[in-house]
């Protein structure tokens, strides 16, 4: 059997309720590996009940910044799925009103407010 292909896409989303700190930009901070590791268990959970959920693999955040003001974080992620025969093409537009419904309305993740109009799938 040849190894799937995986292919990456983006998703970007600002946190209203997660105040933007300097050690946010260290990789190396315990604050850092802390808020990617539920970001990263977060992002995994909503994307694996979607439509991409058979050809799903993982997110990964890779970056905080900070948000417009300093009670927000802005999250960027790189997801992956299998870009298998079988799999459809990523439908970004689809993927995104999913999200958007998982997450009511782009408000809510976990214990995280959303800014609504902040979420970018894949562009």
């Known amino acids: 059997?040849?190894?799937?292909?995986?292919?990456?896409?983006?998703?970007?989303f600002t946190?209203?309720?997660?105040p933007y700190t300097s050690?946010?930009?260290?990789?190396?901070?315990?604050?850092?590996?802390?808020?990617?590791?539920v970001m990263n268990t977060l992002?995994?959970?909503l994307l694996?009940?979607?439509?991409?959920?058979?050809a799903?693999?993982?997110?990964?955040a890779t970056d905080f910044r900070p948000g417009s003001d300093r009670d927000q974080t802005r999250v960027d992620a790189v997801c992956t799925y299998s870009k298998e025969p079988w799999a459809a093409p990523l439908d970004r537009v689809g993927l995104y009103?999913?999200?958007?419904?998982?997450?009511?309305?782009i408000t809510q993740l976990g214990?995280?407010?959303l800014d609504k109009d902040s979420l970018y799938v894949n562009g």
Request: with cysteine.
């Open 43 to 45: 992002l995994d959970r």
């Open 111 to 113: 214990p995280y407010s």
């Open 48 to 54: 694996k009940d979607s439509s991409i959920g058979p």
């Open 23 to 37: 050690d946010l930009e260290n990789p190396d901070s315990a604050r850092f590996r802390a808020t990617r590791r």
């Open 97 to 105: 009103h999913q999200v958007s419904n998982k997450t009511r309305g």
């Open 15 to 18: 946190i209203t309720n997660l």
């Open 56 to 60: 799903f693999h993982g997110c990964e």
């Open 1 to 12: 059997t040849t190894a799937a292909i995986l292919e990456p896409f983006t998703v970007n």
